[in-house]
């Protein structure tokens, strides 16, 4: 089946630790996104991608790295620099376009102990 | 002013009524308009699509934007415990997704 796949469903991760979420898709789409969602603030873009080798940042991108080396690959580090990194990690992809909508993972809980 | 505004509820509804979620925004810009539907530890699923202005209606879901109060709609009809989840909007500019609005969801539940 086409989706989005991302891994692990829950993570635990102590202070001071760097930690990658994976997130690959098969549906041949040329973009990818990583969004934060926390309670009450609703989804926060952190990166995006429309290209391999190629990432742009988004609204919350201090802390966190990407990097893009295949089409179906977009996989995301929180880093120990992130002050705040407990929350809900969203992957996204969509085609590159005006209007065309974005398809999202079930998600990554990242808890920080 | 923020960009998007939807009102978080949350709001609980009995099984058969319907639902009408609402959001409002500030950029005219706006063309492109979304609703999404997350289940609790879920990402969102798509649920409507509507460019411009108008209504769209799928099933027993309708979705209206009216683009002169900067207004969109989400109606649920005869709701189902199942619908019970949070409604996100989205909204962007003829522009890349990377531009698309979210609200901040509003959580329904539809009680048996």
């Known amino acids: 089946d086409g989706g989005i796949t991302q891994s692990p469903k829950y993570l635990f991760r102590k202070e001071g630790q760097n930690v990658t979420l994976s997130c690959e898709q098969n549906?041949?789409?040329?973009?990818m996104y990583w969004y934060r969602q926390d309670p009450g603030q609703g989804l926060r873009l952190i990166y995006y991608?429309?290209?391999?080798?190629?990432?742009q940042k988004g609204d919350i991108a201090e802390g966190y790295s990407v990097s893009r080396e295949k089409k179906e690959s977009f996989p995301l580090t929180v880093t120990s620099a992130q002050k705040n990194p407990t929350a809900f990690y969203l992957c996204?992809?969509?085609?590159?376009?005006?209007?065309?909508?974005?398809?999202f993972g079930e998600g990554s809980w990242l808890t920080v102990v | 002013q923020k960009e998007v505004e939807q009102d978080p509820g949350p709001l609980s509804v009995p099984e058969g009524a319907i639902v009408s979620l609402n959001c409002t925004y500030s950029?005219?810009?706006?063309?492109?308009f979304m609703w999404y539907r997350q289940y609790s530890r879920k990402g969102p699923e798509l649920l409507m699509y509507t460019y411009s202005s108008g209504n769209k209606e799928d099933g027993r879901f309708t979705a209206q934007v009216d683009k002169s109060s900067k207004y969109i709609s989400l109606f649920i009809r005869d709701s189902q415990p199942s619908d019970s989840a949070t409604y996100l909007c989205?909204?962007?500019?003829?522009?890349?997704?990377?531009?698309?609005?979210f609200g901040k969801g509003t959580k329904l539940t539809v009680n048996p």
């Open positions: 989205a909204m962007s500019v003829q522009g890349g997704s990377e531009k698309l609005v």
């Open positions: 996204a992809s969509s085609v590159i376009g005006a209007g065309n909508t974005i398809y």
């Open positions: 991608s429309q290209i391999v080798n190629d990432f």
């Open positions: 950029n005219s810009a706006f063309q492109y």
């Open positions: 549906l041949n789409h040329d973009a």
